[in-house]
C-alpha cells in the first residue's frame, strides 16, 4: 500500500480514538494514539488476515494479540476500518452491553478478537501458545503481539520470553511500545527496564529496533522481522513511539495515558486530525 | 432398613496414576490433546504421555504463569492442552491467568491438579492448597471435577476432552482404595449416589467418598442408614441429586480434603437454603493451614477422617 494511504487510514484511526474516548468519557487515548501508525500498518500491510470470515483459529493467516489491551480503541478503530466489523460499532465503546468492551474479551464475539486482555504480562505467552500450535498443525503463518514497555515489569514476560528462546518458537514477532510513559509518570522514575535492547538478547531474542511513526521504517523492519522467522529464534522489535501521537497537548506528558479528554479537548484534538475516511 | 450395597475393594493407587493413564489414553484417541508441565512431569505421572507423544508434550520449567498463558493460545491453534503441577500452583499462583486468558477467554483448557489438600503431606501448609475448589468455582465458565479414585480419575481425565471449555481437575499424592469400576463411564455433572439410605444423606467428593462409605458402614452397624453420594463434579452441581436424596432423608453431612468454606459444603449449603432449608453439618477443614506429617495422621489430626463423618452424621441427625 502506498505510505500516503497508510497516513490517511492512520489519521482516521485517530480521528476514532479520540472520538470514541471522548464520547465514553474514558479510556486510553495515549497509548492508542502512539500505536496508531504500527496497527494500521500491520492490519493494512503486513498480516495476511481474513477481515470478512474471521474464525478464531485463524488457520493459516497471521494472528495479532494486543497485551497491552488498555490501548483498545486504536485496536478497535483498525479492526473495524480493516472489514472486520461495521465502522458505527465504534459509538458503541464501553457503553452498556457494547462488544467493545473497555478492555478486549472474547465473550460478546466481537470479531477479530481471539483473547481477552487488560491485566497486563499475560499475552506474550498466549501469542508464543499459538506460534508452537501452529507449528504443530504445520501453518508457517505469524503471530504477531504488542505489549507496552511498562508491562515488561510484569514476571510472567520474561518467563514467556525464556521459554519461547529454549524452545526456538521462532514464528512470533512480538512488538514492545517503546514510549518510555506510565500511568505514575515516566518509565524511567517508576521502574527503570536498563538496557532493553540487551536484555531481549541476553534472553535469545532477535532484537530489531524501529520508529513507531515511520511507515517507511515500519515497512522495512517488518519485513526484515519476517525475513527472519524459522531461523530459530524468536523476534522482538523495540519500536519508539510517542504518547498521544497526534494531538499537541496529549504528547510529551504520560497525563493523557488513561485520561478522557473533555468536548472542548475532543474539538481542539479533532482540529488536528484530518478526516480522511469519513467518521463513524 | 434399606440394602446397602458393599464395596469391593479393587485395589490401592493414587489418583495421579489414573490422570497419567487417562492422558496417555485420551492421546491415543484425539491428536488435538496436548499436554503441558511445570517441572513435575514424575510427580504428575506424565511420563507415558512424554514418551509416547514427546512433539505434543512441553516442558516449561517452573513457570505456572507462563504455562497457562501458553495452553490458552495453544486453544486459539485448536489444541486440547492439559496442564499438570500441584494444585496450589495450578490455581493459587496463577488465579488471574486462568481468569482473564482462560475462564473469561473461554478457552478449552484443562488445568489439571495433584497433590491437593491436606493428604500431599510431609511437604506441609504452603504445598497444601485447601482453597482451590472455591477459587475454580467462582469462576464462569469453569468446570470443577474431584474424582474419588484411581479409575474415576483416569475417566474423567478422558471425559473432559469432550467438553469444550475450561475445567479443573483436582486429584492427589497418595494411594487410596479403588473401588469404582475401571470401565465406569464418567458423566459430568450428574452425580453418583454409591449407597441408598434413609437416615442422612452423606454427600462426598475426592479422597472423602472413601471415608464416607467407611462412615456409612460404621453408621449401619449403629443401626442408621446412610445414603452417600459421591458429588465427582463440583460445578455444575447435580442439584437433583441433593435434592431428590434430601427429600427422603432430610439432613445432610458434606465431606470434602478443602476448607469448609468455598469448597462442596458450601455449593450444596447453597442449593439446599434455595430449595428445601435442611441440616447440614461439615467434614472439611476449618479454616486453618495444614502442616507437615502422613496423610492419615493430617486427615485425622485436621478432622476429615472416617470417625468425622460418623460423627457430624450423629450430630446432623439430633438436628433433624
Known sequence: METSELHRIASQVRRDIVRMVGSASSGHPGGSLGCADFLTMLYFETMNHDPNNFNMEGREEDIFYLSNGHISPVWYSVLARSGYFPVDELGTFRKLSTRLQGHPSTDKKLPGVRMASGSLGQGLSCAIGTAQAKKLNGDNSI???????????????????????????????????????????????????GNLHQKWQAFGWEVLEMNGHNMDEMRSVLAEAKAKTGNGKPIVIVMKTEMGQGVDYMMGTHKWHGNAPSP????????????????? | MTEVATFEVLGKKDTRSGFGEGLLEIAKQNKEVVGLCADLTGSLKMDAFKNAFPERFFQVGIAEANMIGLAAGMAVGGKIPYTGT????????????????????????????????????????????????????????????????????KQATIAIADLNGPVYLRFGRPAVPIFTQPDAHFTIGKADVLMEGNDVTIIACGHLVWKSIEAAEELRNQGISAEVINMHTIKPLDEEAILRSVAKTGCVVTAEEHMIYGGLGDSVAQVLSRN?????????????????GKPDELMAKYNIDTPNVVAAAQAVLKRK
Open chain 2, 86 to 153: 500441584f494444585a496450589n500452583f495450578s490455581t493459587g499462583r496463577v488465579y488471574d491467568q486462568i481468569r482473564q486468558s482462560v475462564a473469561y477467554s473461554k478457552k478449552n483448557v484443562k488445568i489439571c491438579a495433584s497433590h491437593a489438600g491436606l493428604t500431599l503431606g510431609e511437604d506441609g501448609a504452603t504445598h497444601q492448597i485447601l482453597e482451590d475448589i472455591g477459587m475454580m468455582k467462582m469462576l464462569p465458565n469453569m468446570t470443577v471435577i474431584v474424582p474419588c479414585d484411581f479409575n474415576q480419575t
Open chain 1, 143 to 193: 503471530v504477531y503481539s504488542l505489549h507496552g514497555d511498562g508491562e515488561l515489569q510484569e514476571g510472567q514476560i520474561w518467563e514467556a520470553a525464556m521459554y519461547a528462546a529454549a524452545n526456538k518458537v521462532d514464528n512470533v514477532i512480538a512488538t514492545i511500545d517503546y514510549n518510555g510513559r506510565q500511568i505514575d509518570g515516566d518509565l524511567e522514575d517508576v521502574l527503570s527496564l
Open chain 1, 264 to 280: 472542548e479537548q475532543v474539538d481542539a484534538a479533532l482540529a488536528q486530525l484530518e478526516e480522511t475516511l469519513g467518521d463513524y
Open chain 2, 276 to 292: 428445601n432449608p435442611t441440616p447440614q453439618e461439615y467434614v472439611g477443614v476449618n479454616d486453618t493451614f495444614g502442616e507437615s
